[in-house]
């Protein structure tokens, strides 16, 4: 059995109109688990969420109590009792708890828990219980075992009384024969009256949490009182627990509903921003086509354009070929030129030498 440390023995409490919710799978591992619940505890949601509700167990609780609790849970059936819990810092708080299993196709798929706040005088009870179960005695004490015989055979000795007294006051022989012969009758009729409405009621409080172990933590009382009180409270819980589920889904309901609203909301603020964002996009697109379309004017006047700069240079590379053609000619005709100028002053030298021939003889003359 489990055994959670520290502990403090210091009590919290949480306010009577409060109510602890929290449900299980088959192995007792939380799968839910209210806001009340996680602010008593000391724990996170986080933390509870998957973990096993044991982990809240605190260990003053005896074990024969969890065992109880989960023997009448296998069988369908719904428990309750008084609980010290455990919380995170190793402080306890004490809950009147109603477990209830959870049935899909009438298979136990987990159980749910819903505790208030129990009495003073309850949690006095349950002390008692778990003191004395610690020190190993007895759930139930011997008295609490023969005082409900008692109970029952009670009417049968009281009329036995009566019938005797009627015979000491009748004093006579005759008087005490028939105080002894009515006693027996008359006790038994009046007993098997008793016992035929007590059983009666009794099956009806069968079909509910009358067990005698729990029934030490609610009442005082012992034998078919005890179960009969206990049927009641029993009944009274699980009506509790109903509006407490019914109250609890309601809130889940309304907290969904509250998120659709406001999902909606952002929805149609949404939409609207994205409709001024389509009529952007569409002006957009309009500006966009005409500025595509001034671009593709553009382009053909630049297409034009770099046409007539082709044209103009395919112009200008024949004007260049013309132009070094023409240097060509030129070049070659100032060659030409040379040649000629040499050739004019080769002449010229011998011109010069028949002159200076001519002169020559002409002095010799």
């Known amino acids: 059995m489990r055994n959670n440390q520290p502990i403090t023995q210091h009590e919290r409490t949480f306010p009577a109109e409060q109510r602890l919710i929290s449900t299980t799978d088959t192995r007792g591992t939380i799968t839910y688990c209210n806001d009340a619940f996680v602010d008593i505890s000391g724990y996170s949601e986080a933390e509870l969420l998957g973990a ?6 605190h260990p003053d609780v005896p074990p024969a109590v969890f065992e109880h609790m989960w023997t009448t849970l296998k069988t369908g059936q719904p428990w309750m009792g008084i609980v010290k819990n455990r919380c995170k810092n190793g402080d306890h708080y004490w809950v009147n708890a109603y477990v209830t299993p959870m049935l899909e196709n009438r298979k136990v798929v987990g159980f749910e828990s819903v505790r208030i706040k129990p009495t003073a005088e309850q949690i006095r009870r349950a002390e008692a219980l778990y003191a004395r179960i610690n020190k190993g005695k007895s759930a139930i004490p011997s008295r609490d075992k023969w005082l409900p015989v ?9 009329v036995s009384q009566l019938s005797f007294l009627i015979g000491v006051w009748l004093n006579s022989h005759w008087g005490f024969a028939l105080a002894a012969a009515l006693s027996v009758p008359l006790g038994l009729l009046g007993l098997s009256w008793q016992q035929r409405g007590t059983k009666r009621l009794l099956r009806l409080a069968e079909q509910t949490t009358s067990d005698p172990l729990i029934a030490q933590m609610y009442t005082d009382s012992r034998g078919p009182q005890a179960r009969l009180e206990m049927s009641i409270l029993s009944q009274e819980a699980r009506l509790k627990t ?3 589920r019914l109250q609890d889904t309601a809130e889940h309901l309304t907290s969904q509903a509250r998120q ?3 999902l909606a909301n952002a929805s149609s603020t949404g939409l609207e921003r994205q409709r001024v964002e389509t009529e952007q996009v569409a002006a957009a697109i309009n500006q966009m086509a005409a500025t595509t379309q001034e671009v593709a004017s553009h382009v053909n006047r630049a297409a034009d354009a770099t046409q007539q700069a082709n044209e103009l240079t395919r112009r200008g590379r024949d004007i260049a070929g013309e132009t070094r053609e023409a240097i060509q ?9 040379g040649l000629t100028v040499i ?8 011109i010069g030498g028949v002159v200076d021939v001519i002169k020559g003889i002409a002095d010799q003359t």
């Open 52 to 57: 096993a509700h044991n982990t809240v167990r």
């Open 150 to 158: 008692l109970q029952d055979w009670l009417p049968f000795i009281l």
């Open 242 to 244: 109903c509006l407490t």
């Open 260 to 262: 659709s609203n406001s």
């Open 329 to 337: 000619r030129l070049s070659t005709s100032v060659g030409e030129t």
């Open 343 to 350: 050739r004019l002053a080769k002449d010229s030298d011998e």
